[in-house]
């Protein structure tokens, strides 16, 4: 059974940085396209960051883009969300995400695979 579990959320102050992590377990993702999302109190789900099966490439959204950072160590099976310079709209659930194929998407819905969420919450 596939699993995504997310680690590394809590309470910030603007400005601060958190690293979050999400380990896969269940099958090997080498060859997936890893992403991570956030979803605030009554907003959508929005693409936050995502990387390629082999690292080589990554997308940001405009509104973490030299903030945040994406990365992924395959011999783990895990996915790494370094955030630095944060701010209070960046208070949210955040998922982490595999997606079957090599194709790098920014849509949610092209996502098969998704963990339960951690928290991030940034005071001002």
């Known amino acids: 059974q596939v699993q995504l579990v997310e680690s590394g959320g809590g309470l910030v102050q603007a400005g601060g940085s958190l690293r979050l992590s999400c380990a896969a377990s269940?099958?090997?993702?080498?060859?997936?396209?890893m992403g991570w999302f956030r979803q605030a109190p009554g907003k959508e789900r929005e693409f936050v960051a995502v990387?390629?099966?082999?690292?080589?490439?990554?997308y940001y959204a405009d509104s973490v883009k030299g903030r945040f950072t994406i990365s992924r160590d395959n011999a783990k099976n895990a996915v790494y969300l370094q955030m630095n310079s944060l701010k209070p709209e960046d208070t949210a659930v955040y998922y982490c995400?595999?997606?079957?194929?090599?194709?790098?998407?920014?849509?949610?819905?092209?996502?098969?695979?998704w963990g339960q969420g951690t928290q991030v919450t940034v005071s001002s």
């Open positions: 990387i390629s099966w082999s690292g080589g490439s990554t």
């Open positions: 269940g099958r090997t993702f080498s060859r997936y396209a």
């Open positions: 995400a595999v997606r079957r194929g090599t194709y790098s998407s920014i849509d949610a819905d092209e996502y098969d695979y």
